[in-house]
């Protein structure tokens, strides 16, 4: 009798706390907008955007600024300045990233748009552009760089989510998605392609839609088959982009550039600099490379 007393004593106990811990958690989200809970390492930036410039010579940044030139509807016109001063930036803007000391992307999802499982194949693709792994799937929140997450979009707001820049994580507005008239395999690219972007984002490689800004294909709407431009399905969409998404050498080029502006610079993606590319295909959240 006396045990039973005990234990329902402790599970009383645990019930209060438990009940206090979620009130004090509800009463700092409601204050703060789950800052803390949400973006766990601050958007980080290089001191006067230079990139470090120990580790690639003016030869690979040139060729790395080449690669990411690109077309009308592709690449950032901006990455240029990169091979010139070192400078990381868009026009005048610096580009921010999200890694931390580890140099790894730690993501926790609660989305049910971007499950787990899509977040994996995200982290995959990304994982093997580089050839090392950059971007991981931990358990916790706690555990995370950032958290990614759905929520309700603002009035007249049709975006469709991504990477916010004000302790937000990364967001997504699962209202907005209009699916009907595709296909399944078609929905599942779709938004692995947009999650992948994002991701791309965090990591620190901006828009590559074209132009000076990296925004042409989306002033114009001009979708395409590099993923980190606009990259969509439907009958408007490139004929390729029905098979998956496939990554490209200025997804590399970028990441390597990108890599040179964390907190601790990394060399990735060396393979643009030899006569054999790494090719990473996702379809239906299966991911191979050649």
Known sequence: MKIMKWLGGLLLLAVLIGGAMWGMNRMYRGMFGNNHYYQRSRAYTTQDGLLNQKMRSPQQMKRLTQLTHGTRYTGNTSLDQAARTYRYRVGKDDISNFMGTDAKLQLYTTS??????????????????????????????????????????????????????????????????????????????????????????????????????????????????????????????????RQGITSTTMDGAALALAGLSWRRPQRLASWVFTQHPVIVHVHDDRVTTK
Do not use: C
């Open 112 to 241: 049910k748009l971007m499950t787990t499982a899509k977040v994996r194949v995200a982290a995959s693709f990304w994982n093997r552009v580089a050839g090392q792994p950059i971007v991981q799937v931990v358990q916790s929140a706690k555990q995370s760089d950032e958290v990614i997450h759905d929520a309700q979009p603002k009035a007249h707001d049709q975006s469709l989510g991504g990477q916010t820049y004000d302790r937000q994580g990364m967001v997504f507005y699962p209202k907005n998605w209009r699916s009907s008239g595709l296909a399944a395999t078609e929905k599942s690219d779709w938004q692995t392609a947009v999650l992948i972007r994002e991701i791309g984002h965090a990591l620190g490689i901006p828009s590559l839609a074209g132009g000076r800004q990296g925004t042409n294909a989306f002033d114009q709407g001009k979708i395409t088959a590099e993923v980190m431009s606009y990259w969509s399905v439907g009958s408007a969409a490139p004929a390729a982009n």
